[in-house]
């Protein structure tokens, strides 16, 4: 199993010079990917902006969106957005999709939830003739990125199954990312695909610093209410906690695991390469 670090986009105390020496630290590190949260109503950074700009200080790292919202995008823009990374990366670029949990998002976009799963696979549908799209760079018409999908639902799953070529999973314990996997790798065997869904998890970490990272969590998931708290306790702060769960996961059938900081410190990534190493 690969395992990558998450870019503090949504972390407290996260500039832009922050971002990219995090890029380029984490390029030198012993990870795979480095992967990216997507909020609109917060005091975050933009998941495509934000993976351009590690780009450009980085070479082989794999960017990945874990998970970007897509139906808030018109699919042009998302196509378009998507394509820019895929060509500034050189071809690095891991597209994780999913319609969200919050209304707020949508809100502020003038838009409502109804119908999201349509527009999502709409989108997948158009992300699919990613070599047909006039939006997408001829530099990259070859290029499509790796597809992922996320969500829990059967509608999901079989969106997942139709247009993608893997399965993100949203976090928890390793026993929820197992149970999650048989569900897709189902969902993808009734539809008559061949071999087997990429699988990707992910998790949040805070090395050193509890209290921030519970802190930030308890904000961050605050619309889920009192759930908040079950997501804050299963912040890694421990070695031997993330090297359970590193091997657990991998036991699961994992393929790639991105660690999410939840402090925007750069120690963390020193601190998480001497844990994995």
């Known amino acids: 199993m690969r395992v990558g670090v998450g870019l503090p986009t949504t972390t407290p105390g996260a500039d832009g010079a922050l971002l ?51 139906p808030v995008r018109p699919a042009a823009q998302l196509l378009k957005g998507a394509a820019s990374v895929q060509a500034l990366s050189h071809g690095r670029l891991t597209l994780g999709l999913a319609i969200g949990a919050r209304a707020d998002d949508y809100e502020v976009c003038g838009l409502t939830t109804k119908g999201r799963g349509a527009r999502l ?40 199954a139709r247009f993608a070529d893997g399965y993100a999973h949203g976090g928890g314990p390793p026993r929820a990312f197992a149970s999650a996997a048989t569900k897709a790798r189902a969902a993808w065997t009734d539809l008559g695909r061949p071999g087997e869904p990429a699988l990707w998890g992910q998790a949040y970490f805070a090395l050193g610093d509890e209290q921030a990272g519970e802190a930030y969590l308890l904000d961050y998931y605050a619309f889920t209410g009192p759930f908040a708290a079950k997501i804050a306790a299963g912040n890694l702060t421990s070695p031997r906690a993330i090297r359970d769960f590193v091997r657990a996961y991998a036991e699961a059938g994992c393929d790639e695991l991105v660690l999410l900081p939840t402090v925007a410190d750069p120690g963390q990534l020193d601190r998480l390469a001497d844990v994995l190493a």
């Open 20 to 70: 990219v020496d995090w890029a380029r630290k984490a390029e030198a590190g012993p990870f795979s990917s480095l992967g990216v949260l997507d909020r609109i109503v917060y005091d975050s950074y933009d998941p495509f902006a934000s993976l351009a700009a590690a780009a450009a200080v980085t070479s082989e790292i794999k960017l990945a969106t874990m998970i970007a919202i897509g």
């Open 121 to 160: 696979s709409d989108q997948l549908a158009e992300l699919r003739d990613w070599d047909v799209s006039p939006v997408v760079p001829e530099t990259v018409k070859e290029r499509r990125p790796e597809l992922l999908v996320g969500g829990n639902s059967g509608a999901a799953l079989a969106r997942m």
